[in-house]
């Protein structure tokens, strides 16, 4: 069973960057797929990126391609959210998630994700 701590999160002006974290421990992380979902207050929790467990594949969800990089080091037994060009919408709880690595191609609903973090809050100001 893997063990999943995000963080990287905080305050940001619109337009600018953050990039989150996720380590994780008690298994081995090239086993899972690994993807990053948020929850906005009274909104459900939506899919954001999801990498392969080799990284060679990635997916990312249309509000966000060509602002945010999901990337892992598996050496590190980390997974990353790189997000640029911040809007305001954007703001969120951010989670990580890990799923088996048979899983193909990426899911992305959430009740298909085996473990998850407790989250990192992300506020991007207008």
């Known amino acids: 069973q893997v063990q999943l701590v995000e963080s990287g999160g905080g305050l940001v002006q619109a337009g600018g960057s953050l990039r989150l974290s996720c380590a994780a421990s008690?298994?081995?992380?090239?086993?899972?797929?690994m993807g990053w979902f948020r929850q906005a207050p009274g909104k459900e929790r939506e899919f954001v990126a999801a990498?392969?467990?080799?990284?060679?594949?990635?997916r990312l969800e249309d509000s966000v391609k060509g602002r945010f990089t999901i990337s892992r080091d598996n050496a590190k037994s980390t997974l990353y959210l790189q997000m640029n060009n911040l809007k305001p919408e954007d703001t969120a709880l951010y989670y990580c998630?890990?799923?088996?690595?048979?899983?193909?191609?990426?899911?992305?609903?959430?009740?298909?994700?085996?473990?998850w973090g407790q989250g990192t809050q992300v506020t991007v100001s207008s």
């Open positions: 998630a890990a799923v088996g690595s048979t899983w193909s191609p990426l899911p992305i609903k959430r009740g298909t994700y085996s473990y």
């Open positions: 008690g298994g081995t992380f090239s086993s899972y797929n």
């Open positions: 990498i392969s467990w080799t990284g060679g594949t990635t």
